[in-house]
């Protein structure tokens, strides 16, 4: 994908949110209440509804399918030592991964990635789990969401990092084992002025413009025999580095970057992206419950870039003999 | 798409699954027991999880992050008269409508289609809503996952399938208003030999081997401006024809048809898969709860085939004056 198609599609996702970006923006209470107006509809935990009672009076009880089982989707929440993620059993990638680094966290170093292996994730059914053999040969690293080196405070918590639910396919030169790896250089770097850090990272499948006939479509690669992974066409991070005071500000950061190879000279910034975007790309919500007035714009703090740093200099330096795929 | 495409499809579902389906069908209990077995998560709640308390001992804590909110994914279950529905806030489509019908149920005639408008559904918060307008001009029709007929026992029931949370995007000549058509008037049929019929329908979006360099890849529309609605590969109907005994028997039968036009000559049986097939596809689970000695082959106790009646003559016996779409 060019870095054209990349701009294209991050300014739609810019465009598409500028107003409504706004109106998000300062009004999240409204947000919710909105949320929880439904119709007919409770907010009702499956729980309630696997009772297989009508919960509405009727001729039928479309709610009683779930004495043959709750169809999900279940989302395979994982808590780990250095990691929590959630996971699309769909397209056996995860949906976000979240960490937490600060100064301290990054000082120890008491794990060391060689002895660290890639694992299927034996926590997801085996029909939705992504397979050790579906990356195989096909042509993607096996790519952390939640890197490795962030965890290095403990060997299980880098281990943990290595659970196929912390992974997506990714291109390897000019990606992985490039450009991703020095924006993950840069997220590691911001504890440097926070103490401390969260980065959620995970996957996007973005459409484009098809310039034959002007429709949007998404496309992406499915990976394994049979088909099992999806490879996305993009990644995000959001960022939240903080202040350390109870209550305090959190500096708010988006990224948006294609699961391509990416020029070294590419600035930063050029993928910043709001928050909403994010959002409405993924479906998800990152800052329902943080209050406007705490909220602080990353790259008007410091300098959002990258220092590149050649990925087998890097190996030598981290004492990491084990290619990163 | 060609039907062959399709039948490749099909058969590669079905080939994906064909052992692992014959182990799935005979373990039920052991694959629950796996789901359960998470080394070092557990299926907590998001709201243990919201708390932002450290669940494990670390210098890091991942899960502080939701104290901003927990990110999702959120599937906005609705529970109506006529339908409980699980949206997917990310293609901004649903992820399953289940529905019950009975012969009394669908012999009462208490609503008609012309008092019924298209709505969208606010419970679901703007920005992940699938909107009116995405569907304008947008070359596809509204097509109802739970069909207004099946809900004709009340006329509130029969409006709340019209909100977007119960449509997709779908081709309307040769599918939505023919085959697919003919289609829901065999489930509805099926309350001649059944008493109780659950059926759930939802989308998929399916790969198909690229001939160009033999990789399979998933491509699929987005309509709305900007792109926000995305429009399925496929869909699937799972149907539970209930003997009507407490803990009787229950006879399964799972399709998948192509979003595309279908000759009426295609007979339906070339569209049955088995329901592991629609399971892998979608990420979702049917039958968890439902014992192995309670399973029925539909097709095998009934003829699977659609009868076609014209959409035109349909309306006018139905007395349906509005368009579908």
Redo the contacts between chains.
């Keep these: 994908m060019s870095k054209k198609t990349t701009l294209a599609i991050v300014a739609?996702l810019s465009?598409?949110?500028g107003a409504?970006a706004a109106a998000?923006l300062y009004s999240s209470s409204e947000?919710t209440r909105?949320?929880r107006?439904?119709?007919?509809?409770?907010?009702?935990?499956?729980d309630i509804?696997r009772t297989g009672k009508a919960?509405?009076?009727?001729?039928?009880?479309?709610?009683?399918?779930f004495?043959?089982?709750f169809?999900?989707?279940?989302?395979?929440?994982?808590?780990?030592?250095?990691?929590?993620s959630?996971f699309?059993?769909?397209?056996r990638n995860p949906?976000?991964v979240?960490?937490?680094?600060?100064p301290?966290?990054l000082a120890?170093k008491n794990a060391d990635r060689k002895y660290s292996s890639f694992m299927e994730?034996?926590?997801?059914?085996?029909?939705?789990r992504a397979k050790l053999t579906d990356y195989f040969r096909s042509g993607y690293d096996r790519g952390h969401q939640v890197p490795a080196a962030d965890a290095r405070?403990?060997q299980e918590?880098m281990d943990?990092t290595f659970y196929l639910t912390n992974m997506c396919p990714q291109v390897g030169n000019g990606f992985n084992r490039d450009y991703w790896s020095h924006f993950e250089d840069f997220c590691r770097r911001l504890t440097q002025t926070y103490p401390s850090v969260?980065i959620?990272t995970g996957p996007l499948y973005l459409?484009r413009r098809d310039p034959t006939d002007g429709?949007?479509?998404?496309?992406?690669?499915?990976?394994g025999n049979?088909?099992n992974v999806?490879v996305p066409t993009h990644f995000y991070k959001v960022i939240?580095a903080e202040d350390g005071k109870t209550g305090g500000n959190?500096s708010l950061g988006a990224f948006v970057l294609p699961n391509a190879s990416i020029h070294n000279d590419k600035p930063l910034t050029d993928f910043e992206v709001p928050i909403?975007a994010v959002?409405?790309?993924?479906?998800?919500?990152?800052?329902?419950?943080?209050p406007l007035e705490r909220r602080k714009r990353l790259c008007a703090e410091v300098n959002c870039s990258i220092i590149v740093r050649q990925f087998e200099d890097r190996q030598k330096v981290k004492g990491l003999p084990s290619p990163r795929r």
Tied chains: 1, 2.
């Design positions: 739609v465009a598409a949110s409504a998000a947000r909105i949320s107006a439904k119709p007919v509809s409770s907010p009702a935990s499956p509804l919960l509405l009076t009727g001729p039928v009880d479309p709610a009683g399918l004495q043959y089982g169809p999900g989707p279940v989302n395979d929440l994982a808590t780990r030592h250095s990691l929590v959630s699309d059993r769909r397209l949906v976000w979240a960490e937490h680094i600060t301290e966290s120890l994730d034996e926590a997801v059914p085996p029909k939705f405070f403990s918590a943990e969260r959620v459409p429709k949007w479509r998404v496309s992406y690669e499915v990976v049979p088909p999806a939240f959190v909403e959002e409405r790309a993924s479906g998800l919500e990152f800052t329902e419950k943080l």
